[in-house]
T-cell receptor, first 113, second 115 residues
Framework: KAGVTQTPRYLIKTRGQQVTLSCSPI?????VSWYQQTPGQGLQFLFE???????NKGNFPGRFSGRQFSNSRSEMNVSTLELGDSALYLC????????????FGPGTRLLVL | EDKVVQSPLSLVVHEGDTVTLNCSYEVTNFRSLLWYKQEKKAPTFLFML????IEKKSGRLSSILDKKELFSILNITATQTGDSAVYLCAVVKDAGGTSYGKLTFGQGTILTVHP
């Protein structure tokens, strides 16, 4: 089956701009989580969406938001970009069971200048 | 605050050596512990541990969880250069319902295997 896809794969933005990243999960997987990975902070949980509702949220400012559509595809938006938002943004999906494996997409590398 | 600590942060070994990677945690509402391997791309799943004392094995890799002492270890025997990667430990909090839950990752252990 097809894996998790993320678009775009690379992105360069300037401070103050906003950005929208997209994630298409494996077919049938309804849980989509987003992570930020930086060399200094490692992998940090942003939020999880399940059945179009945000179910869990990490400790990120309100500039980071997301949504999920009825086909389980998810988007993440970052407004008023800051230099520190430069990172690899990963999404991961899981099936419906509580003990399902979480599968990661290839990530979107965002550079903020 | 939830915390996941991995040790050592980096490790350099030669092919054929056996390595043990450690992960300790302080998390409320623990559901499971996950191990991932990350090379120059997205993390790939290795193991999920939910019960204490039950070893999970896959080839040369094995892992075990101690829920009383709040730690897990990942063992790799007869290491190969292809095992060089960052190994990540993550703990899943039980968020209720059918959602996957909130993951807290450790800093990772950078393993380098020399020929």
């Amino acid at each position: 089956k097809a894996g998790v896809t993320q678009t775009p794969r690379y992105l360069i933005k300037t401070r103050g701009q906003q950005v929208t990243l997209s994630c298409s999960p494996i077919s049938g997987h309804r849980s989509v989580s987003w992570y930020q990975q930086t060399p200094g902070q490692g992998l940090q949980f942003l939020f999880e969406y399940f059945s179009e509702t945000q179910r869990n949220k990490g400790n990120f400012p309100g500039r980071f938001s997301g949504r999920q559509f009825s086909n389980s595809r998810s988007e993440m938006n970052v407004s008023t970009l800051e230099l520190g938002d430069s990172a690899l943004y990963l999404c991961a999906c899981a099936g419906q069971g509580l003990l399902e494996t979480q599968y990661f997409g290839p990530g979107t590398r965002l550079l903020v200048l | 605050e939830d915390k996941v600590v991995q040790s050592p942060l980096s490790l350099v070994v030669h092919e054929g050596d056996t390595v043990t990677l450690n992960c300790s945690y302080e998390v409320t509402n623990f559901r499971s512990l996950l191990w991932y391997k990350q090379e120059k791309k997205a993390p790939t799943f290795l193991f999920m541990l939910t019960s204490s004392g039950i070893e999970k094995k896959s080839g040369r890799l094995s892992s075990i969880l101690d829920k009383k002492e709040l730690f897990s270890i990942l063992n790799i025997t007869a290491t190969q250069t292809g095992d060089s990667a960052v190994y990540l430990c993550a703990v899943v909090k039980d968020a209720g319902g059918t959602s996957y839950g909130k993951l807290t990752f450790g800093q990772g252990t950078i393993l380098t295997v020399h020929p």
